[in-house]
Every structure is written in C-alpha cells, then in structure tokens.
C-alpha cells in the first residue's frame, strides 16, 4: 500500500498530526496551503498557493490511499479541503480533522462528498481539544496522548485499508 498525507492547516495543529501519521507510513505529508501568510495573502502567495494544491492533486494519483487531514472552521472542513476532496483522484481515503470545541459536521460533509464521488471511505477521526496553535505548546505527557491517537489512527488506516 503506498500512503500519502495531505493537509491544510492555519495554525499548525493539523500540520503536526499529519507530520506524525506520514511518518508512521514512511511517506510524506503534503500542504496544501502557506501557513506564513495571514488572509488572502499577496499575488505571489495566492498563486504558490494554487500551486500546492495542483501539485497535490497531481501527487495523489500515483497512490493508493490519501489521508487528508483538515482544522475545523466554524464546524465544518476548511474551504480548500473541500474542494480537493471534490476533486481528488483516488481510489480509496482516509479522513482527519483537528478541533477545539465543536466538530461540527467536518467530517460528515467530506464523507458525503466521497460516497458521491464513488471513493471509498476507509476511515475518519476527529483530534479534539487543540486550541488555536496548541500542539507544539502542549506539555510531554499531553503531545504525547495526541502521539498515540495519530499512531492508532494510522494503524487502523493500514488495517482497514485492506477490507
């Protein structure tokens, strides 16, 4: 099975799950967005933008399992994940999302969007309670528990992937 991540995230709580899952696969995670930039960004970033996305788009075709991975805006998946579930080119993917306090339907609306598109849905979890950036300021033994969920989470991906 060859794995691929790919991510948005605005304040580096969703980079940082999708880091530790790309690891336990030997793969790489991909973004789909700058996370330097604040707003729509300049010219220059909206359109090296653009190219993280077509880049990604591109990259996925060659594997057989996309795990992507989205922060939870107003309850629901960020706008560029949308899109990229809408026009990814896989057989089969995997979901995740990061949170603070509502999930919303994050990942409900994706799941719908991949039952639509024929693409099977292998798995999806939700990685709660990580405010805004929270990650990388979390003390060992709490970085550590969102560790173990990602790792649990790739495992079942691998396991599921197969069935």
Same mark, same amino acid.
Request: net charge positive; proline share 0%; with cysteine.
């Given at each position: 099975?060859?794995a $691929?991540?790919?991510?948005?995230? !605005?304040?580096?709580?969703t ?7 790309? &690891?336990? $696969? /030997? +793969?790489e995670?991909?973004p789909?967005?700058?996370l330097e ?5 300049? &010219?220059?970033?909206q359109?090296k933008?653009?190219e993280?996305f077509?880049?990604? $788009?591109? !990259?996925?075709?060659? @594997?057989d399992?996309?795990i992507?991975? +989205?922060p939870?805006s107003f309850? &629901?998946a960020?706008s560029k994940?949308i899109?990229? =579930?809408k026009?990814v080119?896989?057989?089969?993917v995997?979901?995740? *999302?990061?949170?603070?306090?509502? =999930?919303?339907t994050?990942?409900t %609306?994706l ?7 024929k693409i ?6 939700? @990685? %709660?309670n990580l405010k805004?950036?929270?990650? /990388?300021?979390? %003390?060992d033994k709490k970085?550590k528990?969102y560790?173990i &969920?990602? !790792?649990? @989470?790739?495992r /079942? *991906?691998i396991? $599921?992937f197969? !069935?």
């Open positions: 099975m060859k $691929l991540v790919i991510y948005h995230s !605005k304040t580096n709580n980079k940082s799950i999708a880091e530790i899952i790309a &690891k336990q $696969l /030997k +793969t995670a991909i789909i967005n700058l930039k604040k707003g729509r960004g300049t &010219k220059e970033e359109e933008e653009k993280l077509n880049d990604a $788009l591109n !990259k996925s075709k060659d @594997f399992l996309i992507i991975g +989205t939870t309850q &629901k960020h994940i899109r990229f =579930v026009a080119e896989c057989l089969k995997a979901l995740f *999302c990061t949170y603070y306090n509502k =999930v919303g994050t990942l %609306d799941e719908d969007i991949l039952k639509e598109r099977q849905l292998v798995t999806s979890y939700a @990685f %709660d805004s950036g929270q990650y /990388k300021e979390l %003390d970085r528990a560790f &969920k990602a !790792k649990e @989470f790739t /079942k *991906c396991s $599921l197969n !069935k």
